[in-house]
């Protein structure tokens, strides 16, 4: 069975730091892009950041300069690692696996159930 399993959320104060891990079985990470995708209550979901296989990077505008996405290959584990952090940060992070890459129109191919980061004082 294929499973992706995110950790690492909690409660953080406004201008602090977080790393979140996406933890793999049945599958080698290796072979895949990886991204990072968050979800705010009552909003829709946008992708953070994402690295590709041949270990280039695309982060959306929210995550430059704050965001940053590594691999852990032998722990077949990808890393978000979250510094100044905003209160609009707020939402369930979730972390997804895609065979063909970090670009096009269609959808990845596994997906974890998410960990919630609670920014606030």
């Known amino acids: 069975q294929v499973q992706l399993v995110e950790s690492g959320g909690g409660l953080v104060q406004p201008g602090g730091s977080l790393r979140l891990s996406c933890l793999a079985s049945?599958?080698?990470?290796?072979?895949?892009?990886i991204g990072w995708f968050r979800q705010a209550p009552g909003k829709d979901r946008e992708r953070v950041t994402c690295?590709?296989?041949?270990?280039?990077?695309y982060s959306e505008d929210i995550a430059k300069g704050r965001f940053g996405i590594f691999r852990d290959s032998a722990k077949n584990t990808v890393l978000l690692q979250m510094n100044s952090l905003k209160v609009e940060d707020t939402a369930v992070y979730y972390c997804?696996?895609?065979?063909?890459?970090?670009?096009?129109?269609?959808?990845?191919?596994?997906w974890g159930i998410g960990t919630l980061v609670t920014v606030s004082s």
């Open positions: 997804a696996a895609r065979a063909a890459g970090c670009h096009g129109d269609y959808g990845m191919d596994y």
């Open positions: 049945g599958i080698n990470l290796e072979n895949y892009a």
């Open positions: 690295t590709g296989r041949d270990g280039a990077t």
